[in-house]
């Protein structure tokens, strides 16, 4: 998985209307979310910017608020890459993360918040991969149409284990024929997603079909 350096600035101030004062400045409010549980009442120090959300049972996770900037994101965002994040906190703490979420502005597309999730190396994390087909499938060969029906895979590992893409070789892929979830086995991760889904296929063409017919 390759390594995406970024710096943000703890803040204090929330609410829409600090927000909108952030995105004014070309900054985009954002969430850093822990990934440990504490229990509550919390008693121990917290930095700048940093609270603590209840998630149930009489525990919370440690949040940071804070302030990115638009040119910092925009290759982190923007790229069908699985990236992790080496997210520096300016006067608070340096920690490994991955994108969760973001929102972005309905008419421009403009980034208008993210949130982050800290990871650690002896935790797994769920997290979505994109697909690369290789080979040139026996189905396209007999005039079939190659269709990718799922760009990424949800996965479960250890964040070292997971690839900067999940590669399925489609050479013996026969025409009519699909590849599903459950056919695909990955070294060191688990597939997430429902076995029966299909992940790809080759369709039958018109050409293919009228072929078919005349060799009967």
């Known amino acids: 998985m390759k390594f995406f ?12 209307k600090a927000a909108k004062a952030i995105r004014k400045e070309d900054g985009i409010p954002a969430v850093l979310y822990g990934n440990t549980p504490v229990a509550l009442p919390y008693t121990g120090k917290l930095n700048a910017g940093e609270s603590v959300v209840e998630i149930g049972d009489n525990k919370g996770v440690i949040v940071t608020n804070l302030t990115v900037t638009n040119d910092a994101i925009r290759n982190l965002i923007f790229t069908p890459e699985v990236f992790l994040v080496e997210l520096s906190v300016k006067g608070s703490k340096k920690v490994k993360a991955l994108v969760k ?4 502005q309905p008419v421009t597309d403009a980034i208008i918040h993210i949130d982050f999730i800290e990871i650690f190396e002896d ?13 040139h499938s026996e189905g396209v060969k007999a005039g079939g149409k190659l269709s990718l029906e799922m760009r990424k895979l949800k996965v479960r590992a250890l ?15 026969q025409l009519g024929k699909t590849i599903q979830v459950g056919a695909l086995q ?3 991760l688990e597939l997430v997603n429902a076995k029966n889904a299909v992940v790809c296929a080759v369709k ?13």
């Open 186 to 188: 990955f070294d060191n």
């Open 123 to 135: 935790k797994p994390i769920l997290i979505e991969v994109p697909v690369s087909l290789v080979g």
């Open 159 to 173: 964040y070292k284990n997971i690839p900067e893409k999940l590669t399925i070789d489609i050479t013996n892929l």
């Open 204 to 216: 039958l063409t018109r050409a293919a079909r009228g072929a078919a017919t005349a060799a009967k």
């Open 101 to 104: 979420d973001f929102q972005t």
């Open 5 to 16: 350096q970024l710096e943000g600035s703890p803040r204090e101030a929330i609410g829409k």
